[in-house]
């Protein structure tokens, strides 16, 4: 006996995944939604090949050396405590006393949420989750001889942010507690293109910058761009809108206010809708 076909908003719908980390749940919001979902995650998070450098970043927080902490990315946070519980578990309970002392500024939703599991808040919430967002939220603030600690966004040295805060007369400690790494071995990726080129894929939905980097590290330009301009393109929010808007690929939706999977998900539910 068959089984039945799938129902919902999303039936008859094949979307294309590149997510890594949260793969299986954006995957199963989708088929609960009726969609037919391409697994091709693109990179892989890890920790810091050398977790000395970390570590003594940690120990320098710890040592009440800041003023200020900007979180990126709530990954960023939870490897700095992973890294602190495998290779120095005394740090980790002085470091968390410290978070909350200083002044946290966070650049969007999931820095936020990696402080409240630790009982923590944000002093200062970037508006728009960008970096120009997070500059934005800092001129209103007096930077002058602030120490001011940075959790990088993969090893992005992110020079604007750096120098924008050197600018204004902070003095800048970087960290960078995670990098990124090819995941989907390159056949698959180009499989992937070949499909989205054919028209056999509805939507794509990219939720983080690297994986535009390795879907365009993997074919010349022209080629990614072919097989994107085949399908709807979807970014979870507007750091991915802008990277990939850059490469000269037009994003058709995005979350309006909430960057997260659940509204990236409805988005995709508006944009198969019937119209009457």
């Known amino acids: 006996m068959s089984e039945p076909a799938p129902t919902g908003p999303l039936s ?31 990179v892989a998070i890890r920790d810091a090949p050398d977790p000395q450098p970390v570590l003594k970043w940690c120990r320098d927080f710890t040592g009440a050396h800041f003023d200020d902490l900007i979180l990126l990315t709530g990954e960023g946070l939870r490897r700095l405590l992973g890294c602190m519980e495998r290779h120095e578990p005394a740090l980790r309970e002085p470091f968390v006393a410290e978070l909350g002392r200083v002044r946290k500024i966070t650049r969007g939703p999931k820095p936020a949420k990696a402080l409240r599991e630790l009982g923590l808040k944000p002093d200062i919430a970037a508006e728009t989750p960008t970096t120009a967002g997070v500059i934005e939220s800092l001129k209103a603030h007096e930077l002058t001889g602030r120490r001011v600690g940075l959790q990088l966004y993969g090893t992005e040295p992110n020079r604007v942010l750096v120098d924008f805060l050197a600018g204004a007369g902070a003095s800048v400690s970087t960290v960078a507690p995670y990098v ?15 499909r989205l080129q054919a028209g056999r894929i509805d939507a794509i939905a990219f939720t983080s910058t690297p994986q535009v980097a390795r879907l365009f590290s993997l074919a010349d330009a022209d080629t990614v761009k072919a097989a994107l301009a085949a399908t709807h393109v979807a970014a979870v929010g507007p750091v991915v809108a802008e990277t990939l808007s850059s490469h000269g690929v037009p994003v058709e939706l995005m979350p309006a206010d909430a ?14 809708q019937p119209r009457s």
């Open 12 to 42: 008859g719908r094949t979307i294309a995944i590149p997510e890594t980390r949260e793969l299986e749940v954006f995957a199963s919001m989708l088929e609960r939604r009726g969609a037919t979902v391409i697994r091709c995650p693109l």
């Open 180 to 194: 990124y790494a090819d995941k989907a071995d390159d056949d698959a990726v180009r499989n992937l293109l070949e």
């Open 259 to 272: 960057f997260f999977l659940k509204p990236l998900t409805t988005a995709l539910e508006r944009l198969f």
